[in-house]
């Protein structure tokens, strides 16, 4: 089952805040963020294990609670270079095959 | 420098024609993975392999065949019984998921991009 993310698009000015939501109707061991920019790869931000620690990463920072098997991604005072389609992934079933089911994306774009 | 490369960056196929993705990567990981990405789209897996000459189907492996003769190499197969080929196509490693399960991170080369003409 894909995971659902919300928003699916972000238009944001230099500065200001945004967080991104990855929800799942099954059990997760784990949450991925992935970052995208346009043609090229997915760049790995995060991983969050249970236990609803939180990561970061610059000032992009995120949030798993499992027992609501949702993850959120925080960005703080967004820069130019935030700009880019984020990606959760979640372990597809048997957590130890390594496979991930990615949700649909969240485009943010960033303006001067 | 360790990494994923992906070769060729572009390919045009005419209809009809089979066309082998190449992924090769020098870091030492054990699996490896094929994506396809459509325009506005998710990542959707096509095949996986955890251990050398061993692989398994993903979610849209209709039309793809694959191959892990090496633990550095994983092509893909694109025939042409794919009806629908063009996409951008990203190749992913991940050290040891059979051990690190869902903590085992994937890390993605740079993607070939596939035009049906």
């Known amino acids: 089952q894909q995971p659902v993310q919300s928003p699916q698009a972000v238009i944001l000015r230099e500065g200001e805040d945004a967080v991104i939501n990855c929800s799942s109707s099954k059990a997760l061991y784990s949450v991925h963020w992935y970052r995208q920019k346009h043609g090229e790869a997915p760049v790995f931000l995060m991983i969050?294990?249970?236990?609803?620690e939180q990561k970061g990463h610059e000032k992009i920072s995120a949030s798993f609670n499992e027992k609501k098997q949702q993850s959120s991604l925080y960005l703080t005072a967004s820069q130019l270079s935030y700009s880019g389609t984020y990606f959760c992934?979640?372990?597809?079933?048997?957590?130890?095959?390594?496979?991930?089911?990615f949700g649909q994306g969240t485009t943010l774009q960033v303006k001067p | 420098d360790g990494g994923i490369t992906q070769s060729p960056k572009y390919l045009f196929r005419k209809e009809g024609q089979n066309v082998t993705l190449s992924c090769e990567q020098n870091l030492n990981h054990d699996a490896m993975y094929w994506y396809r990405q459509d325009p506005g789209q998710g990542l959707r897996l096509i095949y996986y392999?955890?251990?050398?000459?061993?692989?398994q189907k993903g979610d849209i492996a209709e039309g793809y065949s694959v191959s892990r003769e090496k633990k550095e190499s994983f092509p893909l197969t694109v025939t042409s019984a794919q009806k629908n080929p063009t996409a951008f196509y990203l190749c992913?490693?991940?050290?040891?998921?059979?051990?690190?399960?869902?903590?085992?991170?994937?890390?993605f080369g740079p993607g070939t991009r596939l035009t049906v003409l």
């Open positions: 969050l294990l249970k236990g609803g």
């Open positions: 992913a490693s991940s050290i040891d998921p059979a051990s690190r399960g869902g903590s085992d991170t994937q890390y």
């Open positions: 392999s955890q251990i050398v000459n061993d692989f």
């Open positions: 992934g979640t372990p597809d079933g048997s957590s130890n095959t390594g496979k991930l089911i």
